[in-house]
């Protein structure tokens, strides 16, 4: 994979409702140590499962299309 990530790359994603921090990070092409200072604020979507933390990308995949659409 690129540096930066293309759609061909997002779309294997395209049907995952959760993801680790470390494969969302991946994803969006941002450092996993950023991510988990934003998640830890609250700008990501994050469920706890046990002692496992995960994004909940449909929720940032509802948001981004209600922010496209309410333009």
Known sequence: MSAV???ADLHA???VPLMTREAFAA???LPLSILVAQAERGYWPEV???KRVF????LVR?????R???V
Do not use: D
């Open 48 to 50: 706890r499962v046990g």
């Open 27 to 29: 994803a969006i092409g």
């Open 62 to 66: 509802k948001r981004a299309l209600e």
């Open 68 to 70: 496209e659409f309410s």
């Open 5 to 7: 990530p293309t759609i």
């Open 13 to 15: 994603y395209a049907n």
């Open 55 to 58: 994004i909940n990308v449909e």
